[in-house]
């Protein structure tokens, strides 16, 4: 089975066109390539199939082999694997995922896609749709209680749900033992990622991020996304926010008259290679 390692701003998955590779068990698969140690190593894997609604559609698992229903680097990695491969010549696309359908506006330079704009949509607030157990209509700012520390927290997804929480330095935090206090708390009944943002001025924030089913990560589209819409709704920053992440950067612009959220950032292909499935039976 041939596969491509990719990654966007270092959030790393392993691709397979699932059009011609048949895939009997992707959340399987999922969990012994993602091994670093046994595998080939990666926040995931993510299946490029056909789709009677779009152009393509993706299928996502997170590297304990949940299935995951959007993931912002990764879509923009579908955009360049697609597009390079020769699986389309357009450079606006349509990909289906589990939240819906997104639309990808792919830059090319030299015949290769180098970067890719994605129009993530409008952020879902509803608690009931995030989802996070609670009696509000929003979760805006709410007080909570992590592992004795208090932390004032928004809620949100980009199809994934996020708890936004503002720190005053990102460097100073132990993800690795608040990041599962957060990710298994009773309010969230499918976990949560949870973004850690500390606002450099009214256009730049610096996020680190503990994702379900992956842990710490170098970087995460839908949680960037979050993460400045939860900047914009507590008045911390303006509209267009560049988001540092471990992994490196990401654009996030929000547009006030749609409210839409359009995300703009690298796709690297790292390297190509076949799998022997019988070594991982």
């Not at 009997?24 to 046994?38: F, H, I, P, Q």
């Not at 349509?94 to 090319?108: F, N």
């Not at 979760?139 to 928004?154: D, H, L, N, Q, S």
Request: net charge negative; charged share 25%; glycine share 10%.
């Amino acid at each position: 089975m041939k596969f491509t390692k990719m990654h966007g701003i270092g959030n790393d998955y392993v691709y397979i066109n699932a059009i011609t590779e048949k895939i009997d068990d992707g959340s399987e698969l999922a969990l012994k390539l993602s091994n670093r140690n046994y595998g080939i190593g990666s926040d995931g894997l993510i299946l490029i199939k056909s789709s009677d609604k779009a152009d393509f559609y993706m299928d996502m698992y997170n590297a304990d082999g949940s299935r995951g229903k959007m993931c912002g680097n990764g879509i923009r990695c579908v955009g360049k694997f697609v597009y390079d491969k020769g699986l389309t010549n357009k450079d606006r696309i349509k990909v289906e995922t589990g939240s819906g359908i997104k639309d990808l506006r792919l830059h090319i330079e030299d015949g290769k896609v180098t970067s890719v704009t994605v129009d993530m949509g409008q952020a879902i607030t509803d608690p009931t749709k995030i989802p996070v157990i609670s009696n509000e209509n929003e979760i805006i700012a709410m007080p909570i209680e992590i592992g004795g520390k208090k932390y004032e927290m928004t809620c949100v997804s980009f199809g994934n749900p996020h708890a936004v929480v503002f720190v005053d330095d990102t460097k100073e935090l132990n993800l690795e033992e608040i990041g599962p206090l957060f990710e298994h708390h009773d309010m969230f009944p499918d976990r949560v990622n949870t973004e850690f943002v500390q606002i450099v001025d009214r256009n730049r924030i610096i996020m680190r991020v503990w994702e379900r089913g992956s842990g710490e990560t170098l970087a995460c589209g839908t949680g960037a996304c979050a993460s400045v819409y939860a900047s914009i709704r507590n008045g911390y920053t303006d509209n267009k926010v560049t988001v540092e992440l471990l992994g490196g950067e990401l654009v996030i612009e929000y547009d006030e008259k749609t409210n839409r959220v359009f995300m703009t950032g690298p796709a690297v292909t790292v390297f190509e290679g076949e799998l022997d499935l019988s070594l991982f039976a």
